[in-house]
């Protein structure tokens, strides 16, 4: 089992061979994410956000694009473990329940304006 550690951690460093602590971060940060918004209407759209994203960053993509008023938007997450109020002030990447591999849903309640 150790050998197996050291063997991991190798491989490890190799991917990540000359990125400092910053570039690591960055690399995190912008780790593209698919997210499949379910508007009031029944209709979707989808597009990709980088993880370190802010909930107010979907909001104004939903403004421009759907004609939702960021203010009377509320963006909840469809989990397995239910929904999840997404909130202005965090990231994508502060709910774990999103992940990169995978679409994201996304459900919008708001009235629609256009």
Do not use: H, W
């Amino acid at each position: 089992a150790r050998d197996q550690r050291q063997s991991l951690r190798g491989s490890d460093a190799k991917a990540t061979d000359g990125a400092t602590e910053e570039d690591l971060i960055e690399m995190e940060a912008t780790t593209p994410v698919l997210v499949v918004f379910d508007l009031p209407d029944g209709s979707s759209v989808e597009s990709e956000f980088a993880i370190g994203q802010s909930v107010e960053v979907l909001k104004s993509y939903i403004a421009s694009e759907c004609g939702i008023q960021m203010g009377d938007q509320q963006l909840f997450l469809e989990a397995a473990d239910g929904s999840v109020l997404l909130m202005d002030p965090m990231s994508l990447s502060d709910y774990p329940q999103i992940s990169a591999g995978s679409e994201n849903i996304i459900r919008v309640e708001g009235e629609m304006e256009m």
